[in-house]
Every structure is written in structure tokens, then in C-alpha cells.
């Protein structure tokens, strides 16, 4: 197979009923997922495969039950093709460097899984304490934007920055309420095409995330890791990183820097990767992908049918 690299998705590819085809085809991701509802005591899978919703959306189940049902895929992948070589590159959007650093061999699966659950309930009740947004600006450059932010935060004296750079042209901006509406409306008047508000109540990858990021640098260093084989493109330099220190700063920066996604899909195209296989529930990441260079292959596995066609892939 050509160079390929290995993305897993973040918060908001959660859906009630993932993995559980998988769960029914593959005995290895009937395990994972029985060693998540194990290592965190509770229920994980059925909350995954029956809901509800709300439930499952909630931050300190999303992130935990994302990356179960990630690791799960991954050791489907690896149970079906046994010899498949390992990819040249690993990385992940936001919560998704966790998953990929199970997958570099840097984290422990029941690790992992103990980190993203407390990371979750560190960023939910930071947002608690200071409530914010975010909000997706369709086709304003990275510049415009940053003028934009940093126009509202002397206006309103608060708090607004970029928190994705997703593709050309989708830009996700982070901040308290008062900051971040008065952003939308400079958007809107600079000529972005579309404004949208998302659907959460935390203002992900901003300077709102500092007491979380405080909090979790004590928690990341007391976790025991190893340098990642194969390298991490790191989410907050775009640069690949594999030592353990580098490692540790990255989980507790990104949380309140940007997502440099495009940039580090950028990277990845330089250094030789063609395709990028997209482990774990959703596809928005392959969507992202083809938006950044639609002369690479994308392929989202999630499901039997998509382990259909990385075996058509791999047998290519």
C-alpha cells in the first residue's frame, strides 16, 4: 500500500449507536470496548450503541466513549489485517491525539481512557465556571479572522480567538459569549459566507481552558508514556513530535491553543503521505481532508463495510 497515515476524530463525531456493527463482527473491538466500561465503571458501550443522546454528548462521556470506540476500530483493523504495516504517520483532531497516541504505543489504552475522561470533566466545569461558544466562519481568511477576534476582545474586553483552522475556508472561533457574538457580527459584515453557532457551551481551545490545562498538567505528568512509533503531527505546531516531554506538552497546550489542522495535513502531504485513513466514528475529518487537497485518498472506517474497503485498499 502507498504511505498512508492514521487520523482519529474529535469531540462532535459521537453518534448513538457507534461501533456497534463492529462490536457484533470483531471480537478485538467487542474487547476494547468491554475494557472501557471496565476501566472507567460504568456502562460506556451501552451508552454508546443505546443513548441517549444528550447523555452521550455530554463532554466527560464524549471524550472517553470517542476514543473507546476508536481504539476499538483500530484493533478490528489490526485483528483483520495482521500484516498490514504501520503507517508512516499518526494524528488526531483535538481529543483524536489521544487515540492516535494508543496508537503510536505512547499511551496505554486504559490510560488514555482515564485521561480523556478526566480531561472532559476538567473542560466542563472550567466552562461552568466561565461560560462560552464557538462558532464556525465559512470563507474569511486566517488573517481576517485573527483581526476580527482581536478587534471584539478591545471592543468587549473579553476573551475570543481562533480555535481551528479545519480547511481552507471552515475556521472555528472560541471565546466568552459577549466577545464571540460581537466576532460573528464582524464576520458577517467582512463577508464571511456563512456564520454559524455551534452547539456547545465550552469555548474549546481558547484561553477559557487555562485552569483545565493547569489541572491537567499534573495529571499528564503523573501518566506513565513512551515515545510515539510512528511520529504524531502535533496539533498545536503541525510539526511531527515522538519524545515523551514534547508528548506531555502538546496534551496540556492544545487545550488552549488552536487546531492547526490544515497546516498539519499540509505537513503530512509533504512528507509523502497519499492517503489517510480515518479511524473511528464519523467522517468529518475525510470531508476536512479532500477540502485541504482533493488529490489524495481518504478512507473512514467505522463500520464492517469500511474494513470492506481498506481491505480492497490494502489488497490494491
Request: glycine share 8%; hydrophobic share 50%.
Amino acid at each position: 500500500m502507498s504511505r498512508f497515515a492514521f487520523v482519529f476524530p474529535g469531540q462532535g463525531s459521537q453518534a448513538v449507536g457507534m461501533a456497534r456493527a463492529l462490536v457484533e463482527a470483531f471480537p478485538a473491538a467487542r474487547e476494547a470496548m468491554a475494557e472501557a466500561d471496565e476501566v472507567l465503571r460504568f456502562p460506556l458501550t451501552r451508552l454508546c450503541f443505546e443513548g441517549p443522546a444528550e447523555v452521550l454528548t455530554d463532554t466527560v462521556n464524549a471524550q472517553p466513549a470517542i476514543l473507546a470506540v476508536s481504539v476499538a476500530t483500530l484493533r478490528a483493523i489490526r485483528s483483520a489485517f495482521p500484516h498490514l504495516e504501520k503507517p508512516a504517520v499518526v494524528a488526531g483532531h483535538s481529543l483524536g491525539e489521544y487515540s492516535a497516541l494508543v496508537a503510536a504505543g505512547a499511551l496505554s489504552y486504559a490510560d488514555a481512557l482515564q485521561l480523556v475522561r478526566e480531561r472532559g470533566r476538567l473542560m466542563k466545569e472550567a466552562g461552568q465556571r466561565r461560560p462560552g461558544g464557538m462558532a464556525a466562519i465559512i470563507k474569511l481568511g486566517e488573517g481576517q479572522l485573527a483581526r476580527i477576534c482581536e478587534r471584539a476582545k478591545r471592543e468587549t474586553s473579553g476573551i475570543v480567538q481562533i480555535a481551528n483552522l479545519n480547511s481552507p475556508g471552515q475556521i472555528v472561533i472560541s471565546g466568552e459569549l459577549h466577545a464571540l457574538e460581537r466576532a460573528m457580527e464582524l464576520a458577517q459584515e467582512m463577508g464571511a459566507k456563512r456564520v454559524i453557532r455551534l452547539a456547545v457551551s465550552i469555548a474549546s481551545h481558547s484561553a477559557l481552558m487555562s485552569p483545565a490545562a493547569e489541572a491537567m498538567q499534573r495529571v499528564v505528568r503523573a501518566i506513565e508514556m513512551r515515545p510515539a512509533v510512528p511520529e504524531l503531527i502535533a496539533n498545536v505546531t503541525a510539526a511531527p513530535i515522538s519524545a515523551v516531554e514534547a508528548v506531555r506538552d502538546e496534551l496540556v497546550n492544545q487545550l488552549t491553543s488552536p487546531v492547526r489542522w490544515t497546516a498539519s495535513v499540509q505537513r503530512m502531504i509533504g512528507e509523502g503521505i497519499d492517503t489517510f485513513i480515518e479511524i473511528g466514528p464519523g467522517n468529518v475529518l475525510s470531508g476536512l481532508i479532500r477540502r485541504i487537497d482533493r488529490g489524495v485518498r481518504t478512507l473512514s472506517v467505522n463500520d464492517p463495510d469500511g474494513l470492506e474497503a481498506l481491505d480492497a485498499v490494502v489488497q490494491g
